[in-house]
């Protein structure tokens, strides 16, 4: 506790000793900072302090040549155990007090146990300072939610300054106000030596500790997801990724987790701010459940509705003509809209978002949460994403938006948002902080906020389709055997420079489990992985949180529903071939040591067991074909005129060591198609067996600029 002392000097009359000078003591008592605990009580912000230790030099020399024996001695045992605490000998003590000066440092910072001895030895010429400090016992892996402190020198009631910790990012500064306690004041006089004197006029206000908080998070689970993204990252070689973890009724956010790797060093490190809700992105496919939502729960369409739908759609922009087209070239198909979803049809979607019309789609996006704050951090910093108002849409941007491009979200906004489909239709509020805890102990929970978005059965009809996806379409590698798995894979071109690069992506995948009764909401997301599929990528990150998640809250595995079988025609894209191959693995060459050349030996398969990738022509038979990119391409595909391209993620792009080998994006093949199921008396489309495809494997090729292709996937 540190004190800070004021003073005026009086007279005092004391009996039978005539006039004495006495001095009234002011000292103020700095309060305690509340405390930050995850759901389970444990500490993920606590107080702690260090001391500065002075001594009174002149007082020590007067008191060595002044005193008598038996109190020289006592000074001279004081300063040598003084010394022994701080690490100093006797001799080093010797010179500090040597000084002519009243006030000389002997050590600063000094442990809080080592200050606490050093008081307890009670040397009126020894004087020891508190500064406050804040611990946080799991460092960075914390660190970007929580945030941190600075020490700043505020005025208390009584208009004394004193040193406090302050916010100063993350929930430190959203809950500064309440996590800073009240000073208190202890007032006494003193006479000679720095007695006290008994005084009618001695007060006491005790400092009151701040208000602490439970947040949601479970520090286990955020330090296993904290170990699967950075297995991730080296796996993939992807330059940055989040994994975050909802709770699907209380919206809690039970892990949040944001890596990037250093492009000097080739380190992954944690990001020192929660990324998120500041970072944004183009989400590609994943935006297509929340229009298929719009669609059923309008009664625009039903499961039953059906659409021709053809593997390209041409749409006028400023009296010009803009080519969309989904990935795999098709025959005309006859989809549900079930099948738009599960083969990830970007020319179907686009269908189904100009029956139902730009303002209902755009009034449904705001619905799920998407171009607003959550709450869930410091207002000042989370970001909104980037949607604009229908009124400002493009002649293209019900063919954009629809399909994830051309509006950019928060990693937290698409976990909420997927969450709501999990929830029965209902948007639950994500929460970060769940109760206070009074400085007196009282605890009030925060209530869970929620609002209906769509109906309870357009969110299962929905989530059926989305365990399609997994069974049968991209998302195979996000299932785990003996849970029914939902969700959907994206990967997105990213806007550089006003243009769609065609070499950097993300994927992701976002989902929960079980399916029919869903208990947690997943999102991953990969920044520029090495080939750049969600399925491949993302999905197979997300299998991994469903198993440690499950085994964390002791989720039992469900029996068959007997709904197990694909409701859906699938067509095989590029994608969904690389998914269902066994021997394909999304994995990047090995990062070079810092200053050493890259290798591609030494590459190994992402889960045991599985055979190492063979190297053909300088690149791993794995990833051919993949976003082999560690060197900047130039950037493709214009944005719109009139659309500026949305953020995107911060990561920065990993260049490697001199003469490394930087791999070459394989040219995409001349699109070939499977029909997979085809409707009677279609025939089947020629398959190609080349590599992957343009974007993400399925349907995910947009067209923006005449015949030229943006590709958002699946």
Same mark, same amino acid.
């Given at each position: 506790?540190?004190?800070?002392?004021?003073?005026?000097?009086?007279?005092?009359?004391?009996?039978?000793?005539?006039?004495?000078?006495?001095?009234e003591?002011?000292?103020?008592?700095?309060?305690?900072?509340?405390?930050?605990?995850?759901?389970?009580?444990?500490?993920?912000?606590?107080?702690?302090?260090?001391?500065?230790?002075?001594?009174?030099?002149?007082?020590?020399n007067?008191?060595?040549?002044?005193?008598?024996?038996?109190?020289?001695?006592?000074?001279?045992?004081?300063?040598?155990?003084?010394?022994?605490?701080?690490?100093l000998?006797?001799?080093?003590?010797?010179?500090?007090?040597a000084?002519?000066?009243?006030?000389?440092?002997?050590?600063?910072?000094?442990?809080?146990?080592?200050?606490?001895?050093?008081?307890?030895?009670?040397?009126?010429?020894?004087?020891?300072?508190?500064?406050?400090?804040?611990?946080?016992?799991?460092?960075?892996?914390?660190?970007?939610?929580?945030g941190?402190?600075?020490?700043?020198? @505020?005025?208390?009631?009584?208009?004394?300054?004193?040193?406090?910790? !302050?916010?100063?990012?993350?929930?430190?500064?959203?809950?500064?106000?309440?996590?800073?306690?009240?000073p208190?004041?202890?007032?006494?006089?003193?006479?000679?030596?720095?007695?006290?004197?008994p005084?009618?006029?001695?007060?006491?206000?005790?400092?009151?500790?701040?208000?602490?908080?439970v947040?949601?998070?479970?520090?286990?689970?955020?330090?296993?997801?904290?170990?699967?993204?950075?297995?991730?990252?080296? !796996?993939?070689?992807?330059?940055?990724?989040?994994?975050?973890?909802?709770?699907?009724?209380?919206?809690?956010?039970?892990?949040?987790?944001?890596?990037?790797?250093?492009?000097?060093?080739?380190?992954?490190?944690?990001?020192g701010?929660?990324?998120?809700?500041?970072?944004?992105?183009?989400?590609?496919?994943?935006?297509?459940? $929340?229009?298929?939502?719009?669609?059923?729960d309008?009664?625009?369409?039903? @499961?039953?509705?059906?659409?021709?739908?053809?593997?390209n759609?041409?749409?006028? $922009?400023?009296?010009?003509q803009?080519r969309?087209?989904d990935?795999?070239?098709?025959?005309q198909?006859?989809?549900?809209?079930?099948?738009i979803?599960?083969?990830?049809?970007?020319?179907?979607?686009?269908?189904?978002a100009?029956?139902l019309?730009?303002e209902?789609?755009?009034?449904?996006?705001?619905?799920?949460?998407?171009?607003?704050?959550?709450?869930?951090?410091?207002?000042?910093?989370?970001?909104?994403?980037i949607?604009?108002?229908?009124?400002?849409?493009?002649?293209?941007?019900?063919?954009?938006?629809?399909?994830?491009?051309?509006?950019?979200?928060?990693?937290?906004?698409?976990?909420?948002?997927m969450?709501?489909?999990a929830?029965?239709?209902?948007?639950?509020?994500?929460?970060?902080?769940?109760?206070?805890i009074?400085?007196?102990? @009282?605890?009030?929970?925060?209530?869970?906020?929620?609002r209906?978005?769509?109906?309870?059965?357009?969110?299962?009809?929905?989530?059926?389709?989305?365990?399609?996806?997994?069974?049968?379409? @991209?998302?195979?590698?996000?299932?785990?055997?003996?849970?029914?798995?939902?969700?959907?894979?994206?990967?997105a071109?990213?806007?550089?420079?006003?243009?769609?690069?065609e070499?950097?992506?993300?994927?992701?995948?976002?989902?929960?489990?079980?399916?029919?009764?869903?208990?947690?909401?997943?999102l991953?997301?990969?920044?520029e992985?090495?080939?750049?599929?969600?399925?491949?990528?993302a999905?197979?990150v997300?299998?991994?949180?469903?198993?440690?998640?499950?085994?964390?809250?002791?989720?039992?595995?469900?029996?068959?529903?007997?709904?197990?079988? !694909?409701?859906?025609?699938?067509?095989?894209?590029?994608?969904?071939?690389?998914?269902?191959?066994p021997?394909?693995?999304?994995?990047?060459?090995?990062?070079?040591?810092?200053?050493?050349?890259? !290798?591609?030996?030494?590459?190994?398969?992402?889960?045991?067991?599985?055979?190492?990738?063979?190297?053909?022509?300088?690149?791993?038979?794995?990833?051919?074909?993949?976003?082999?990119?560690?060197?900047?391409?130039?950037?493709?595909?214009?944005i719109?005129?009139?659309?500026?391209?949305?953020?995107?993620?911060?990561?920065?792009?990993?260049?490697?060591?001199?003469?490394?080998?930087?791999?070459?994006?394989?040219?995409?093949?001349?699109?070939?198609?499977?029909?997979?199921?085809?409707?009677?008396?279609?025939?089947?489309?020629?398959?190609?067996d080349?590599?992957?495809?343009?974007?993400?494997?399925?349907?995910?090729?947009?067209?923006?600029?005449?015949?030229?292709?943006?590709?958002?996937?699946?």
């Amino acid at each position: 506790m540190a004190l800070l002392v004021t003073g005026r000097v009086a007279q005092l009359q004391l009996a039978g000793e005539g006039t004495k000078i006495a001095t009234e003591r002011r000292q103020v008592l700095s309060a305690a900072r509340g405390d930050l605990l995850d759901r389970t009580g444990q500490p993920l912000a606590v107080n702690d302090s260090v001391g500065d230790v002075f001594v009174d030099a002149i007082g020590v020399n007067n008191g060595l040549t002044a005193w008598g024996p038996k109190d020289r001695a006592a000074l001279q045992n004081d300063l040598h155990e003084v010394g022994v605490l701080l690490g100093l000998t006797d001799a080093q003590v010797g010179e500090k007090v040597a000084a002519d000066s009243r006030w000389i440092s002997l050590k600063r910072g000094v442990p809080a146990a080592d200050a606490r001895r050093i008081r307890d030895l009670k040397q009126t010429l020894i004087t020891v300072i508190d500064r406050p400090r804040r611990v946080y016992p799991d460092g960075d892996i914390i660190r970007g939610l929580v945030g941190s402190v600075q020490i700043s020198n @505020t005025k208390t009631a009584s208009g004394v300054a004193i040193d406090d910790l !302050t916010g100063r990012s993350g929930l430190e500064k959203l809950l500064d106000k309440e996590l800073t306690g009240i000073p208190g004041e202890l007032l006494t006089e003193r006479g000679p030596g720095n007695r006290e004197i008994p005084s009618p006029n001695r007060r006491l206000v005790p400092a009151q500790k701040g208000t602490s908080f439970v947040l949601s998070l479970d520090r286990s689970l955020q330090y296993q997801t904290e170990q699967n993204l950075r297995r991730a990252l080296s !796996t993939y070689g992807a330059v940055g990724g989040y994994v975050g973890v909802m709770d699907v009724k209380s919206g809690d956010l039970l892990a949040s987790v944001s890596m990037k790797v250093d492009p000097e060093t080739g380190l992954i490190e944690s990001k020192g701010y929660n990324a998120g809700v500041i970072d944004t992105y183009e989400p590609g496919s994943t935006m297509k459940p $929340f229009t298929m939502a719009a669609a059923l729960d309008s009664g625009t369409v039903t @499961t039953e509705t059906r659409f021709n739908v053809q593997d390209n759609l041409i749409m006028k $922009f400023k009296n010009e003509q803009k080519r969309f087209k989904d990935d795999t070239p098709h025959k005309q198909q006859y989809w549900s809209v079930r099948d738009i979803l599960v083969n990830s049809s970007n020319v179907g979607t686009i269908t189904v978002a100009r029956k139902l019309g730009p303002e209902a789609v755009n009034a449904n996006l705001k619905q799920f949460g998407f171009g607003a704050k959550t709450g869930i951090a410091d207002p000042k910093s989370e970001s909104a994403g980037i949607m604009r108002d229908v009124k400002d849409w493009s002649g293209v941007d019900i063919g954009t938006v629809p399909i994830g491009q051309g509006i950019s979200v928060s990693p937290i906004q698409m976990l909420a948002a997927m969450n709501s489909l999990a929830a029965d239709g209902t948007y639950v509020t994500p929460r970060l902080v769940t109760a206070s805890i009074a400085a007196d102990g @009282t605890r009030i929970e925060r209530p869970v906020q929620q609002r209906r978005v769509v109906r309870s059965d357009t969110a299962s009809e929905v989530r059926s389709m989305l365990a399609d996806v997994v069974r049968a379409g @991209t998302g195979k590698r996000a299932a785990v055997a003996g849970y029914e798995v939902a969700g959907k894979t994206g990967t997105a071109q990213k806007a550089e420079k006003g243009r769609y690069s065609e070499t950097a992506y993300v994927a992701s995948f976002a989902g929960f489990f079980p399916a029919a009764a869903p208990k947690l909401s997943i999102l991953v997301i990969l920044d520029e992985p090495y080939e750049q599929y969600g399925g491949l990528t993302a999905a197979p990150v997300f299998a991994d949180m469903v198993r440690v998640t499950a085994q964390r809250y002791r989720i039992a595995p469900q029996r068959a529903t007997g709904q197990d079988k !694909t409701q859906s025609q699938v067509l095989v894209t590029p994608e969904l071939r690389a998914v269902n191959d066994p021997t394909r693995h999304a994995i990047a060459p090995v990062r070079p040591a810092p200053g050493q050349p890259a !290798t591609l030996d030494g590459v190994s398969a992402s889960d045991p067991g599985s055979a190492p990738a063979s190297v053909v022509g300088g690149v791993p038979t794995s990833v051919v074909g993949g976003a082999a990119r560690r060197t900047a391409a130039p950037a493709t595909d214009p944005i719109p005129p009139g659309k500026k391209a949305s953020t995107g993620s911060s990561s920065r792009k990993l260049v490697p060591a001199d003469g490394a080998p930087t791999p070459v994006r394989a040219k995409p093949p001349v699109a070939q198609s499977d029909a997979g199921q085809p409707n009677p008396g279609q025939p089947d489309a020629g398959q190609s067996d080349a590599g992957p495809g343009r974007a993400d494997g399925g349907t995910g090729a947009v067209g923006l600029a005449g015949d030229a292709v943006t590709k958002v996937g699946q």
